[in-house]
């Protein structure tokens, strides 16, 4: 494409036809483009158009022809003024390079409350001293875009996709920090050994969103699709262009692209071949000090020889501002978590006076968005026991030594629970993996997990959500025990207490065999207990009824005596084995 001045003409050299296969095309020199291309356009363009800056509106043309317009072509584009310095050019092949997908990457690295803040007013209508708090900002944030610029690498890898259905390009960024590389961004330095992080805002961490971007037949689609990494196990820009319209159709305006059955399968495929080269390379840089937490971002289980490395707190007085934080390598027991109901570490954590650390959340740099805390528990692996937070009733979830990965070998999470609490089954905590990531921890000693089996849950949560009748299965239910506990359990996860009541009225004969099988011919006045802790309600499951036993923390302002806690009143006292002293 030729530029020429405001007023006169402006040449355009068009595309070569797109050939059938990927990464074909006549490749051709940026000075020879223009004399042999298969066509050209021309467009006369009025000063208004281009206002008092051309360059400016030539790099926005090129820009949206780059990002919104074109995928991949299979000549040299080139875009040249006549009258400025400018030449540029781009393909063959895939039209945004290295340099536009970590624009694309890092334009997030910012908290979205801020950009809200100036989309709902127009800075021109705001006062002086918020334009600067806002230019301040901006700067801020640039400058920290920049440093992780500045680090950040690329992976990729190029396929065709299966059945001559068109092509892809995987790009995996990682971050080359002081301790090795990593797929999340800390703002990390070397002093003196220990690794010393600065924040990123309010948080300390930024994981780049998953972004999948779109075309057909070259074109772009402007569908843009954006998920937590987390979410799918993947991290980095995956971009497809696909080339059979057996795939799917797609929108006159290219703004929705509407997969086929076999387009969905193909983009199954794609996401398995995507999830695996990120676990590959998650592998290849396990040795370094962000091992884990790499595992941690695409929600992988850690291979034996993993050490876990996370933030250290080395005082906790004042405010983020005032606490030196480090990355060091986690020392046991440890928490998954905070144990404070608000998330704030405590001075000391004590079990029987071993001094348990208390992990904190890795967290992003909004302190408005909890969901992009990170912590350092898979959501797969397994504590070794639950002890109680002696003042405000908490269940935290204890790790006594260094995990591994045959801790994830179950679909459930079993873990020592007080022993005189063998009649509760499980608890439902609220946070877990992340301060967002609802989980069960079954007790391990209590009778109805004891006839958990992997097979036999699968076969039950696969078959069964609350609009399947239970006792059209009732044979198949009873075939054995594991099943019959795993079809309770999935009520309990289930939480729908008048779906209970319900079965019980309609076939009581069928729950009290389900009961026999679990726990025997004398057992008609067995209960079974769950504990939700959001709720703060103790669940109690019985072959006449489903009641709800609910704390009460804080006592009537006329009784003084009014409260009701988990740990003497709902449950039985446990001893100090099992409690956990906070400072």
């Avoid at 299966?162 to 990390?188: C, H, I, M, Q």
């Avoid at 689609?221 to 937590?228: N, T, V, W």
């Avoid at 080269?277 to 840089?285: G, L």
């Avoid at 026991?385 to 009733?393: R, W």
Wanted: aromatic share 10%; with cysteine.
């Amino acid at each position: 494409m030729l530029w020429r001045r405001p007023g006169s003409s402006c040449v355009g050299s068009g595309l070569l036809p797109f050939p059938r296969g990927p990464f074909h095309g006549h490749h051709q020199d940026a000075d020879q483009i223009s004399e042999t291309c298969s066509r050209t356009h021309r467009l006369r363009l009025r000063n208004n158009i281009i206002n008092s800056d051309p360059q400016h509106f030539v790099l926005q043309l090129l820009s949206y022809l780059k990002n919104n317009v074109l995928m991949r072509i299979p000549c040299i584009l080139r875009v040249k003024s006549d009258f400025m310095a400018l030449d540029s050019s781009f393909g063959p092949g895939w039209t945004t390079a290295l340099q536009d997908l970590s624009e694309s990457l890092l334009e997030n690295l910012e908290p979205g409350d801020a950009r809200e803040y100036v989309q709902r007013v127009p800075v021109e209508f705001l006062s002086s001293a918020k334009k600067k708090q806002l230019e301040k900002r901006d700067i801020y944030w640039e400058s920290i875009r920049q440093e992780a610029k500045a680090v950040l690498r690329w992976h990729q890898i190029k396929g065709e996709l299966p059945e001559n259905t068109g092509v892809f390009r995987v790009s995996l960024p990682y971050f080359k920090l002081a301790g090795g590389d990593s797929f999340a961004f800390l703002r990390v330095c070397d002093s003196q050994g220990k690794l010393q992080l600065s924040k990123i805002g309010q948080g300390l961490a930024y994981i780049p969103d998953m972004q999948k971007n779109q075309g057909w037949k070259g074109m772009r689609i402007d569908a843009r699709e954006i998920h937590r990494s987390s979410a799918m196990g993947i991290v980095g820009v995956l971009e497809i262009d696909w080339e059979n319209q057996n795939c799917g159709t797609v929108s006159v305006d290219r703004n929705e692209l509407s997969l086929s059955e076999q387009g969905n399968k193909i983009n199954e495929w794609l996401i398995g071949v995507v999830q695996q080269e990120c676990s590959r390379f998650a592998t290849e840089k396990r040795t370094g000090c962000y091992g884990w937490l790499n595992y941690r971002v695409i929600e992988g289980i850690p291979s034996d020889d993993v050490i876990c490395y996370w933030i250290s707190r080395q005082n906790h007085e004042g405010s983020l501002e005032h606490k030196s934080v480090t990355w060091e390598r986690v020392n046991f027991p440890a928490t998954a978590g905070p144990i404070h109901e608000f998330r704030t570490i405590a001075k000391q954590a004590k079990n029987e006076e071993v001094v348990i650390n208390e992990i904190s959340w890795l967290s992003g740099p909004s302190n408005t968005s909890p969901h992009c805390d990170l912590g350092w528990v898979p959501r797969r692996m397994k504590p070794d026991k639950v002890l109680l937070e002696s003042f405000d009733s908490r269940v935290v979830p204890i790790w006594e030594v260094h995990p591994t990965p045959a801790s994830s070998s179950n679909p459930f999470l079993t873990a020592r629970f007080p022993s005189e609490w063998q009649e509760l089954s499980g608890i439902l905590l609220d946070d877990y993996a992340t301060p967002t990531s609802p989980t069960v921890i079954w007790n391990v000693d209590n009778r109805l997990t004891s006839y958990f089996e992997a097979e036999e849950w699968k076969w039950v949560d696969e078959t069964f959500n609350p609009q399947v009748d239970a006792i059209s299965h009732s044979k198949e239910i009873l075939r054995n025990k594991a099943r019959c506990a795993a079809w309770i359990a999935l009520h309990m996860l289930w939480q729908h207490p008048e779906l209970w009541r319900g079965i019980l009225e309609r076939d009581a004969s069928f729950v009290r065999a389900v009961w026999q099988q679990i726990f025997g011919v004398q057992s008609e006045d067995t209960k079974i207990k769950f504990w939700v802790h959001r709720s703060r309600a103790l669940q109690i499951i019985s072959l006449q009824n489903w009641t709800i036993d609910k704390e009460i923390r804080w006592p009537d302002r006329r009784d003084r005596n009014s409260t009701r806690r988990l740990n003497g009143n709902l449950l039985p006292q446990v001893s100090s084995k099992w409690l956990v002293e906070i400072e």
